[in-house]
Each structure stands twice: as C-alpha cells, then as structure tokens.
C-alpha cells in the first residue's frame, strides 16, 4: 500500500485521499496483482536477474503491457532491478534524485522492493509518496518530480514507454525540502 508524506511530516495512508491528493497532480496510481505464478514469485524474491530472467518476468506481466499498447500508445518495456550490490549504484540514481521534469510520462509497475516519487504541486508544496510491490504509477510528462530509493536500496520495476528519447531528465534546479533524501 502507498504511502504519502506531506511537508509537515503528516503520513497518509488511506488510498481514497492518497488518490484524492495525486489526482490534482494527474498522477495515476493503481494496484496491479503480479498474479500467482510460484515461478515468478520465486524470481522476484531473488536480488538479482539474469536477461532471460528478466523476460520471464516481463512476460508474465505482459498483459498489463498490451493493456497500455492499446489504450495508450506504449511501444516498449523493460526491467530494472536495483539493489545495493549494484557497483556505483547511488551514481545510478543520482540523476533522478535532483527535481526534474520529463517530455514524457514516466511510467512505472513496482513488482519487488518499492522506491519513493517526490512532487512538487501547483503552490510550491512538496509531497513524497512510497510505491510499494504491485503499484503502478503513472507520472505525467512535465511534472516537476524527483525519484529515490527506500533504506532498503532495492526495486524491480517495469518501465513502460512510448519511446525513450522523452525519458531524458530536465533538471529545474528546485530544491527538495524532504529530508529522507540525503545527497551524498
């Protein structure tokens, strides 16, 4: 289950008013069951995946994936799987950790670990909120956000796309007032 934060420390964890807040934002969220394949529970309880591993998953997945194909235009998807044995992984991150914007939607279906999307809202507010296993979010194009992982260092998330050259970060210089993000 997500869960929001808010500036003044105030946790939300109703999905009603979480949905309520994101709504102003046109930030979608949804629950997607990975299902019940042992197969596929088995992988995703592993820290880390081969490409063939990789595309079992996917596959499994993909009827989420000819879902967004057709009502939406999505041409391509793919796995991430990050943890904290990755070599250089904060550099990884760091590009995200910064506000930014996209030219596209940035699309994401958490299925393992779970990994925190900060906003900026339309009064200058900020808001984090954590996506948990089996949530979808559906950040808009040019919505100043920022993206960073929980204590744990660790996700496996389907990107969706409609293609990647969209994907590129804007950076807007804006400062984050959240303190969990600690730049080091």
Known sequence: MAILRLEDGTTITSSEEISQRLATLNVGLKTWPVGDNPRIHQLL???ALSDAEKEEVLGALDDYFADLKR????????LIVLHPDIPNLHTLLAKFERCHTHADDEVRYIVDGEGVFGFVCPDGSQIELTVQ????INVPANLEHW??????KRVKAVRYF??????TPEYTETPIRFPSLVLS
């Open 45 to 47: 309880n592993r820290p």
């Open 71 to 78: 009502e939406s235009g999505y041409q391509s998807r793919d």
């Open 133 to 136: 296993p089996q949530e979808y």
């Open 147 to 152: 993206f960073h992982l929980t204590e744990s």
């Open 162 to 167: 409609t293609n990647t050259e969209g994907w």
